[in-house]
């Protein structure tokens, strides 16, 4: 038996996951399992080319773990029932697979008995939080290295030690940090670090291939997505495949989010969120019809909540699985057809069907005309709703 100690790395196949293996290897004589947990952003080719790029690296062995569904039952499922946008803009794209990764790998590390695991994060994000914070709850026994943190390398010196050691490489395409996920794609490079400058056209995953637009259909059962231009789907997996591959020729979904990490410092990441974005503005849409004004409201409140934790890593938090709950018990009329328009860069909500829309003209037509209730009803009410700011007013008539 080899008398090395052996790491489980967290592998992506991009440069600080690349610098990792072959650090690992070349200078500390370890042997490196490279390990991909897969949350659906990767297709079989993909798959393939990271395992050949992984095996020229040295590593002892490489791991596939398939946690695609996992992630759609348990996180994106829930996303899109409380409509999930971080501050308004970001799907959570990467933010909310990674505990699902960090778990995957976490549990393979103890099913084979590995004494240490890897990740590429820096020192300056979140990932480094949100992997080390599953590792220090499922294997706290199991040490942690992460090269990039902790010896603050830059993207320079990591390419100019893989020249070094004859790593033949993209390297342009490297000064890119690219993670794919099913629920999108996040892009970092030099113009992120900046408050100022776009990142290029040509650093987004998708590129402009359809000019025409078009108009689709999904369709809802209880907030579950179900049909696609009315296919079904074996999975939900599959449709949200399917969705980006289709917006992607159209390069949709593509936005920068600005927001506050999780050590307390201002982060801008670009992204490309194809079927996220769709699918949640879509089904935003439906609820506006099927949902009430306070169920609106509370769930505005707790799926805003939801979403933060979700991007803390504090997935496992006993109140998360509260909340889901009660997002989910809303859903039980959000069924229906939503009508989208795919654009070149963009797309557009056109509208809804459903059974359960309470925009019904038998309800009266806003603007319009009158439903159950007469001139005279309106009177009393609009006297009744307005009697508490008649009183205050009468005892504070000074600041009207």
């Known amino acids: 038996m080899s008398d090395k100690k052996t790491v489980l790395l967290a592998y992506s196949g991009g ?12 200078e500390k004589g370890m042997d490196v399992i490279s390990v991909v947990a897969n949350t659906g952003g990767f297709s079989n080719d993909d798959l393939a080319e990271i395992e050949r790029k992984a095996k020229l690296l040295g590593v002892k062995g490489h791991v596939v773990l398939n946690v695609e569904k996992e992630y759609y039952e348990h996180c994106i499922k829930f996303m899109i029932y409380g409509n999930v946008l971080k501050n308004n803009t970001y799907p959570l794209s990467v933010s909310s697979e990674r505990f699902f990764q960090a778990k995957a790998i976490a549990e393979y590390a103890k ?16 990932d480094q939080v949100r992997f080390d914070l599953v590792f220090n709850l499922l294997i706290p026994n199991v040490k942690i290295i992460a090269l990039i943190r902790d010896e603050q390398l830059s993207r320079e010196y990591e390419i100019e030690y893989l020249k070094k050691h004859g790593v033949v490489a993209d390297f342009t395409k490297m000064e890119y940090s690219i993670n794919a996920g099913l629920w999108g794609t996040s892009v970092g490079g030099k113009e992120t670090l900046t408050s100022r400058k776009p990142l290029p056209n040509s650093a987004f995953p998708s590129q402009l291939q ?18 696609l231009n009315g296919k079904s789907f074996n999975h939900p997996v599959d449709m949200i495949r399917e969705l980006n591959a289709l917006g992607a020729k159209y390069a949709i979904g593509r936005g920068m989010h600005v927001g506050d990490t999780i050590i307390g410092t201002k982060g801008r ?41 979700l991007h803390d890593s504090l997935y496992l938090e006993p109140a998360m699985r509260n909340v889901e709950a009660f997002i989910e018990d809303t859903q039980k009329h959000v069924t229906g057809k939503v009508f989208v328009r795919l654009s ?4 557009t909500v056109l509208g809804i069907e459903s059974d359960k829309d309470l925009m019904n003209s038998k309800f009266g037509a806003y603007g319009e005309a009158a439903g159950k209730w007469t001139a005279d009803d309106v009177k009393g009410f609009v ?4 009697n508490p700011l008649k009183n205050y007013y009468s005892v504070n008539p000074d600041e009207l």
Do not use: R
């Open 15 to 26: 440069l600080d996951t690349t610098y990792t293996a072959k650090y690992l290897a070349v």
């Open 111 to 126: 099913k084979i008995g590995v004494e240490y695991v890897a990740h590429g994060c820096t020192g300056a994000g979140n």
């Open 210 to 227: 359809e000019t025409e637009p078009t108009e689709i259909e999904i369709g809802f059962k209880s907030g579950q997505i179900v049909t």
């Open 269 to 309: 990441v670009g992204f490309e969120a194809v079927a996220a974005n769709i699918l949640i503005k879509s089904h935003h849409e439906l609820e506006k019809h099927t949902l009430t004004k306070n169920q609106m409201f509370w769930k505005d409140q707790l799926s805003s909540w939801y979403g933060n934790m």
């Open 344 to 347: 070149p860069y963009m797309f």
């Open 383 to 386: 006297t009744i709703l307005g």
